[in-house]
C-alpha cells in the first residue's frame, strides 16, 4: 500500500524559506509521477510542482517559478520542495502526491496522497 508523509510545514514571515519533504514507501511503480499540490481555504487544490521519473522537466506553477525547487533523493525515497521568498499569497495546506504513471498536474488524476503540511507566511 502506497503511504506519503508530508513533513517540514511551519509558519515564516515573508520572504522566508521552508523545506517541505515527502516519505513515500510501499509502492514498486518503475515509473510515476510525484507532486505537490496545495489548498488554501475557500480555493480549489493547485498543482505547485512536480516530476516524472519517465523523463522530462519538472513541472511548476507560474505562480512558483523560480522560488520553489523540487527534487527527489531517490536513496532516501523522498520528494521536497524548497521554498523560497515565500508570500502571504503561498499559505496553503501542502500535499504530496503520486500517480503510477504520467497524468499531467491535475489533482483530480492522483491517486495516492498525503495527510498535508500545514504552510503559514505572514506579511
Known amino acids: 500500500q502506497v503511504q506519503l508523509v508530508e513533513s517540514g510545514g511551519g509558519s515564516v514571515q515573508a520572504g522566508g524559506a521552508l523545506r517541505l519533504s515527502c516519505a513515500a514507501s510501499g509502492y514498486t511503480y518503475h515509473t510515476y509521477s510525484m507532486a505537490w499540490f496545495r489548498q488554501a481555504p475557500g480555493k480549489e487544490r493547485e498543482g505547485v510542482a512536480g516530476?516524472?521519473?519517465?523523463?522530462?522537466?519538472?513541472y511548476y506553477a507560474d505562480s512558483v517559478k523560480g522560488r520553489f525547487t523540487i527534487s527527489q533523493d531517490n536513496a532516501k525515497n523522498t520528494l521536497d520542495l524548497q521554498m523560497t521568498s515565500l508570500k502571504p499569497e503561498d499559505t496553503a495546506m501542502y500535499y504530496c502526491?503520486?500517480?503510477?504513471?504520467?497524468?499531467?498536474?491535475?489533482?483530480?488524476?492522483?491517486?495516492?496522497w498525503g495527510q498535508g503540511t500545514q504552510v503559514t507566511v505572514s506579511s
Open positions: 516530476i516524472y521519473t519517465g523523463g522530462g522537466t519538472p
Open positions: 502526491a503520486l500517480a503510477p504513471y504520467y497524468v499531467g498536474w491535475s489533482p483530480s488524476r492522483f491517486n495516492f
